[in-house]
């Protein structure tokens, strides 16, 4: 890491396995703090999810880069003093323990107020620290099934998982905000906070607009499987050589505009059943029909054209293929070519930080190796920048 980066100096102790709780240490560490991640004896269990980069998981490559390793056994007295011990030098605890288990730990409100009263302490869980749903495992699928997204997604006979780990990803993003808010309070007031963030929490942001849709009009959106629930036409068709497009119509402008151009039809551009969006969202399986009829006519090529023409949002629907030869990925520097720890060559992820503020700096791509730091010497805090 590079002296100038804005956590250079904050110590991160990180509890953590899987992805919420790696997601946000990794991005505390991509601007600079120093990540301690504390493992059981057998590894975070996410090391051991597939093989794909080097023999090593990919999962565990992109969320656990230039950490360092440390296996303890926190219910063993040894364990437990050295994991008390980080804990002094630390100025954020991040962890994503159930609730019981962090617990009979002994990671509460209580004790760190009173031992450890300048530390952030961000406690990820599915469903909140309180409630009758605070033990329950919550991976995933589960709370995308729990938060209403399955309700949304996928055939009117078939609930569909969406095809990211997006309540996992987005608890991350979502903690390591609050942790920096954190920070900067502990820098104003001396104190640190506890932080009490529920992937139901986040996954319920994603639902608002669909929650507040029915908590205020009785609003129940059906289940779709690639159009939007509020907008249409807005979704995927099928152009005449068999490539997938999405379109987005957000005003009805565009919908007069895409008539005109692509449908090639004055009719449609003027009828009262599709002159507002409410029109089309309750004609949509007509509109859909129109649409995708004429896009059918056309080549992909042909349709992007058209569309272009018209000024309407467009997408390829792209696979992981696609995704890897986008211009965009290789303009951006999103992924980079390094070394894995047996010099293998790797293709690993470029963090949206990194990128951004420092854009030419070497970077350590690399996780660590399972136990690679449990000797080395406890790191030490910067008192510049607010350390006990």
């Known amino acids: 890491m590079t002296g100038g980066m804005p956590l250079s100096g904050v110590v991160v102790v990180a509890l953590e396995h899987s992805v919420a709780g790696p997601l946000c240490s990794r991005i505390l560490g991509d601007r600079g703090a120093t990540i301690v991640k504390v493992e059981r004896a057998g590894g975070d269990f996410a090391r051991s999810w597939d093989d794909h980069v080097a023999g090593e998981s990919a999962q565990f490559w992109w969320l656990n880069r230039s950490k360092r390793s440390?296996?303890?056994?926190?219910?063993?007295?040894?364990?437990?003093?050295?994991?008390?011990?980080?804990l002094e030098t630390?100025?954020?605890?991040?962890?994503?323990?159930?609730?019981?288990?962090?617990?009979?730990?002994?990671?509460?409100?209580?004790?760190?107020?009173?031992?450890?009263?300048?530390?952030?302490?961000?406690?990820?869980?599915?469903?909140?620290?309180?409630?009758?749903?605070?033990?329950?495992?919550?991976?995933?699928?589960?709370?995308?099934?729990?938060?209403g997204f399955m309700s949304l997604t996928g055939t009117p006979e078939q609930g569909s998982r969406i095809g990211v780990s997006v309540c996992d990803v987005s608890t991350g993003i979502y903690a390591a905000l609050l942790v920096l808010a954190a920070l900067r309070e502990r820098d104003l007031y001396g104190r640190g906070r506890r932080l009490d963030v529920a992937m139901l929490d986040v996954a319920s942001e994603f639902a608002a607009p669909m929650l507040l849709s029915y908590v205020n009009a009785g609003v129940v959106y059906p289940r779709l499987a690639d159009q939007h629930h509020a907008l249409a036409p807005y979704g995927v068709f099928r152009c005449g050589d068999g490539t997938e497009i999405?379109?987005?119509?957000?005003?009805?402008?565009?919908?007069?505009?895409?008539?005109?151009?692509?449908?090639?039809?004055?009719?449609?551009?003027?009828?009262?059943?599709?002159?507002?969006?409410?029109?089309?969202?309750?004609?949509?399986?007509?509109?859909?029909?129109?649409?995708?009829?004429?896009?059918?006519?056309?080549?992909?090529?042909?349709?992007?054209?058209?569309?272009?023409?018209?000024g309407i949002a467009h997408a390829r629907v792209n696979g992981m293929p696609e995704l890897a030869a986008h211009d965009v990925v290789a303009r951006r520097g999103i992924t980079t070519h390094v070394r894995s720890g047996d010099g293998s060559p790797v293709s690993a992820f470029v963090g949206i930080a990194e990128r951004l503020f420092d854009p030419d700096g070497d970077r350590d791509s690399r996780p660590p190796d399972l136990d690679e730091h449990t000797r080395a010497p406890l790191p030490v805090a910067d008192p510049g920048v607010g350390s006990r």
């Open 246 to 310: 999405l379109i987005a119509v957000h005003q009805d402008d565009e919908w007069k505009r895409l008539c005109r151009t692509v449908l090639e039809s004055e009719t449609h551009a003027s009828d009262p059943r599709f002159a507002t969006t409410l029109e089309r969202v309750a004609h949509r399986e007509l509109v859909g029909g129109i649409v995708g009829e004429a896009l059918g006519r056309l080549t992909y090529a042909e349709a992007v054209e058209a569309l272009e023409e018209a």
């Open 70 to 86: 440390v296996v303890l056994d926190l219910k063993q007295p040894e364990g437990r003093a050295r994991f008390d011990e980080l």
């Open 90 to 147: 630390a100025d954020v605890l991040v962890h994503n323990l159930s609730p019981r288990a962090a617990d009979g730990l002994g990671l509460t409100a209580a004790s760190f107020d009173e031992r450890h009263p300048r530390l952030v302490h961000c406690q990820i869980s599915g469903y909140g620290h309180d409630g009758e749903f605070r033990d329950r495992k919550a991976y995933d699928m589960l709370v995308q099934g729990e938060a």
